[in-house]
């Protein structure tokens, strides 16, 4: 069984520009959340996507959005960077919305 | 204000000496406590769920406790390989599914 896969692993980025990051979920799970983890600091709720809908947002500005494909694997967008969005971002899926969570390796985005 | 706290931030052990790690929480509205492992620049791995005080969990050298205000992770004679960051999250009573985290316990285990 294939667990949660990220890409790209890291990423450099202009202070202004957009980024995609892309996240595959474990097989058979229908959930998806991400997350922000600056250097230090536990993971930070940036938003759920659930059935491809978005099912709650953290206290992330609209510059981060996101989507689900059919296939329950997910984008994160983020616009305008700013120098602060350098992170490692964590996508995370469960098999429903009251199962526990499992983590992929991130992606390190570091916006210079 | 959701909030969780765990101590110590920073923990150094001998190989084979015992200890627990804390995390404490204010919520309103807890449903479930986590516990997850995380090794430098790799995402975090999952450890136990807990949902009511008194509950116990054990894996290998872990053993997770849950009261009504915090919970422990307990290691029995820890090995180098259990170096690592652990981090406490509680899922909150909202309509979706919202982990808030700790900010770790970072943890050194030397042989």
């Known amino acids: 069984e294939t667990g949660v896969t990220q890409s790209p692993t890291h990423l450099i980025k202009t202070r202004g520009q957009q980024v995609t990051l892309r996240c595959s979920s474990q097989?058979?799970?229908?959930?998806v959340s991400w997350y922000q983890q600056a250097l230090g600091q536990g993971p930070q709720f940036i938003f759920q996507?659930?059935?491809?809908?978005?099912?709650g947002r953290g206290n992330f500005p609209p510059r981060f959005s996101g989507l689900q494909f059919p296939n329950y694997s997910s984008e994160l967008n983020v616009n305008a960077l700013e120098l602060d969005d350098s992170a490692l971002y964590l996508c995370?899926?469960?098999?429903?919305?009251?199962?526990?969570?499992?983590f992929g390796p991130g992606t390190r985005l570091t916006v210079t | 204000e959701d909030q969780v706290t765990q101590s110590p931030e920073a923990l150094r052990l001998q190989e084979g000496e015992s200890s627990s790690l804390n995390c404490s929480y204010t919520?309103?509205?807890?449903?479930?406590l986590f516990w997850y492992r995380q090794d430098p620049g790799k995402g975090p791995e999952f450890l136990f769920t807990?949902?009511?005080a008194g509950e116990e969990k054990e894996k290998e050298r872990l053993k997770a406790t849950l009261t009504k205000k915090e919970s422990f992770l307990h290691i029995t004679a820890p090995k180098p390989e259990d170096s690592a960051t652990y981090l406490c999250?509680?899922?909150?009573?909202?309509?979706?599914?919202?982990?808030?985290f700790g900010t770790g316990t970072r943890l050194l285990v030397s042989p």
């Open positions: 807990l949902y009511s």
């Open positions: 999250a509680v899922r909150l009573n909202t309509g979706f599914q919202k982990l808030v």
């Open positions: 995370a899926s469960s098999l429903e919305l009251e199962y526990e969570q499992y």
């Open positions: 919520v309103s509205g807890l449903r479930g």
């Open positions: 097989s058979g799970h229908n959930t």
């Open positions: 996507y659930y059935r491809e809908e978005e099912n």
